[in-house]
T-cell receptor
Framework: AQKVTQAQTEISVVEKEDVTLDCVYETRDTTYYLFWYKQPPSGELVFLIR??????QNEISGRYSWNFQKSTSSFNFTITASQVVDSAVYFC????????????FGTGTRLQVFP | ETGVTQTPRHLVMGMTNKKSLKCEQHLGHNAMYWYKQSAKKPLELMFVYSLEERVENNSVPSRFSPECPNSSHLFLHLHTLQPEDSALYLC????????????????FGPGTRLLVL
């Protein structure tokens, strides 16, 4: 069965702190895709990254970085030097090659960054 | 307009009303989706349309009726809703290759926040 677990319901940090959002997934497929989306208070889900299961290279984009570890079925997201504008709910999601239209979302982690 | 737009952004309706949610994508995609986001629950996929054909219906009650007149527009017609249907309804679109064999990343609209009284 497919499942995405984001164990951290809410995280609060002070600006300029680094913060890591955890994501653990379950799938029986050998080919799958992992995503992170950001949902600010305005409501829309903003796409951040997509990773396929064959590419375990870590990725960095500005202050954002992602650590994909197949051995632990994790796809963690780190924000370096957090800013107030990073405050949002962050969702990790999984889709399998057998059914790519079905995005399975975690329950989200609410990040609050205080000035 | 760019990306995925949704109207209205907020909607309050009574249980006997009929209303429609509209989604429009300006990305040249050919697959569109409706999701429901309720408090404290994961996003739930409701409907998927690929090339204007419905390809998935996740056991959604018949009081929700989707319509996809063309690849850029998606509607969700609502009638005789229940208070538990109050939620954020999100539309998304993606590029569908080879009739669902592979779909690219989904891009989401801002959502319609629905309150059923």
């Amino acid at each position: 069965a497919q499942k995405v677990t984001q164990a951290q319901t809410e995280i609060s940090v002070v600006e300029k702190e680094d913060v890591t959002l955890d994501c653990v997934y379950e799938t029986r497929d050998t080919t799958y895709y992992l995503f992170w989306y950001k949902q600010p208070p305005s409501g829309e889900l903003v796409f951040l990254i997509r990773r396929n299961s064959f590419d375990e290279q870590n990725e960095i984009s500005g202050r954002y970085s992602w650590n994909f570890q197949k051995s632990t079925s994790s796809f963690n997201f780190t924000i370096t030097a957090s800013q107030v504008v990073d405050s949002a709910v962050y969702f990790c999601a999984l889709s399998e090659a057998e059914n790519t239209d079905k995005l399975i979302f975690g329950t989200g982690t609410r990040l609050q960054v205080f000035p | 307009e760019t990306g995925v737009t949704q109207t209205p952004r907020h909607l309050v309706m009574g249980m006997t009303n009929k209303k429609s949610l509209k989604c429009e994508q300006h990305l040249g995609h050919n697959a569109m989706y409706w999701y429901k986001q309720s408090a404290k629950k994961p996003l739930e996929l409701m409907f998927v349309y690929s090339l204007e054909e419905r390809v998935e219906n996740n056991s959604v009650p018949s009081r929700f009726s989707p319509e996809c007149p063309n690849s850029s527009h998606l509607f969700l017609h609502l009638h005789t809703l229940q208070p538990e249907d109050s939620a954020l309804y999100l539309c998304a679109s993606s590029q569908d290759w080879d009739r669902g064999v592979f779909r690219e990343t989904q891009y989401f609209g801002p959502g319609t926040r629905l309150l059923v009284l």
